[in-house]
């Protein structure tokens, strides 16, 4: 149990357009939803923390209109990063959550922005 | 929370000797730890996880060793295996705040 898939896996795309990924809880409710992104030989960057609902909370030096997180129901939450650059080339991590404490992950969506 | 991105540690261990993974956190009123690894181009995989009315947990093959005193938390992996080789990070939650710790790179030599 306790499986959170992402999609797409990878994607690239140009300079300029928007992308949309999505994580989904399979298989439990999932409260809250975090997102992460990862360049490379770095730890995770927590982005946003999204409860069903309501509006991301986002860290710190993130701009809230670049990256837009939706989470509109308990089994799914979208980041969709809108004119995207090559610096926006990352790995974005989410993980959900039902109960504090047990963050279950997501494999990953590697964003290529040519 | 604050997460700063560091350039990854390495470790580098011979096939069968033990690894200890080390990581320093600094919120005092975190009371839940855990052991990450993240294998390359894969998301974080639950390793192991402690409380801090615990010092020691054991698992399959890990144990977490949690010292709040100095606010230190290692993770040792016995007879080290080169499927273990991958990227292990600390996560340290309190009062609803969520911290991973910079990561290390664990390298498993045949």
């Known amino acids: 149990g306790a499986v959170v898939s992402q999609h797409p896996s990878w994607v690239i795309c140009k300079s300029g357009t928007s992308v949309k990924i999505e994580c989904r809880s399979l298989?439990?409710?999932?409260?809250?939803m975090f997102w992460y992104r990862q360049f490379p030989k770095q730890s995770l960057m927590l982005m946003a923390t999204?409860?069903?609902?309501?509006?991301?909370?986002?860290e710190q030096g993130v701009e809230k209109d670049k990256f837009l997180i939706n989470h509109a129901s308990l089994t799914l939450s979208t980041l969709t990063v809108t004119s995207a650059h090559p610096e926006d080339s990352s790995f974005y991590i989410c993980?959900?959550?039902?109960?504090?404490?047990?963050?279950?992950f997501g494999p990953g969506t590697r964003l290529t922005v040519t | 929370g604050e997460n700063v991105g560091l350039h990854l540690p390495t470790l580098s261990v011979q096939e069968g000797d033990n690894s200890i993974i080390n990581c320093a956190y600094s919120?005092?009123?975190?009371?839940?730890f855990i052991w990450y690894k993240q294998e390359s181009g894969k998301g974080p995989q639950f390793i192991i996880d402690?409380?801090?009315?615990?010092d020691k947990r054991q698992g399959q093959r890990v144990t977490v060793l949690l010292n709040k005193t100095v606010k230190h938390l290692s993770l040792q992996i016995a007879a080290t295996q080169p499927g273990d080789s991958a990227v292990y990070f600390c996560?340290?939650?309190?009062?609803?705040?969520?911290?991973f710790g910079a990561g290390t790179r664990l390298t498993v030599k045949p």
């Open positions: 993980s959900a959550a039902d109960r504090p404490y047990e963050q279950y």
């Open positions: 298989d439990f409710q999932a409260t809250t």
């Open positions: 999204s409860n069903e609902g309501s509006k991301a909370t986002y």
């Open positions: 919120n005092s009123a975190s009371d839940y």
């Open positions: 402690i409380r801090s009315n615990m």
């Open positions: 996560a340290t939650e309190g009062n609803n705040d969520m911290r």
